[in-house]
């Protein structure tokens, strides 16, 4: 016999918590404690739905990227991926931003988180820049055989300026990199 089903309400309760008492206290003021306190469930609910307080933020951001970053189709590359960064980059200023640095934190403590965050997150996102990349080529906007590295020139910068200066996450910087990478795309590496 199993257990009464879990209620999305209840989950939706913790991970707002979370993301609540990260841009109040920061990310090392954030404990499993105060999130159950603050959504309103006993500690033993929130650990019964997660390990640690990464993982509860991982949640968060996962939920987040899926219903607040677009896929955007606006029939060039550069729109697509203007649009995409030019949104992602908004999230990453704000408690969003400090979110995901406590995630890279973590998965340079932990490998296995660095695992999860991988699959929950990360490779997430790179899909949804692959379609992107995938509508390009059928267009005739990509030669560069290499999809990964169009990716990591996508995402890099973006992490390495969340990590080191966030102020430089501006739509007009999302708009360069996507000029950028577009600009890469249409080109065959020697």
């Known amino acids: 016999m199993t257990g009464r089903p879990r209620d999305p309400a ?5 991970r707002r918590a979370a993301v609540e008492l990260t841009e109040q206290h920061g990310y ?7 999130i ?16 640690s307080k990464g993982e ?3 949640d968060a951001l996962a939920g987040y ?6 896929t955007p189709d606006t029939g060039s ?34 490998p296995a988180f660095a695992d999860r965050l991988w ?7 790179r899909e949804a820049v692959r379609e992107l990349l995938a509508r390009a080529r059928e ?11 169009l990716l990591d020139l996508v995402y890099g910068p973006m992490w390495y300026r969340l990590l080191f200066g966030s102020d430089a996450l501006t739509a007009s910087q999302a708009a360069e990199l996507a000029r950028s990478v577009a600009l890469v795309a249409t080109t065959r590496p020697d």
């Open 10 to 14: 209840v989950d939706e309760a913790i």
């Open 28 to 34: 090392r003021g954030l404990s499993m404690e105060g």
């Open 36 to 51: 159950a306190a603050l959504s309103g469930v006993s500690k033993q609910t929130v650990y019964r739905r997660y390990r």
């Open 56 to 58: 509860v933020v991982l």
């Open 65 to 70: 990227a899926t219903h607040h970053l677009p």
């Open 77 to 110: 590359l550069r729109g697509d991926l203007t649009a995409l960064l030019t949104a992602t980059f908004e999230g990453q200023r704000g408690v969003i931003g400090t979110l995901n640095r406590a995630l890279a934190a973590e998965a340079l403590q932990d």
């Open 119 to 125: 699959e929950r997150l990360i490779a997430v996102r």
């Open 139 to 149: 267009r005739g906007e990509v030669d560069h055989p290499d999809d990964e590295f």
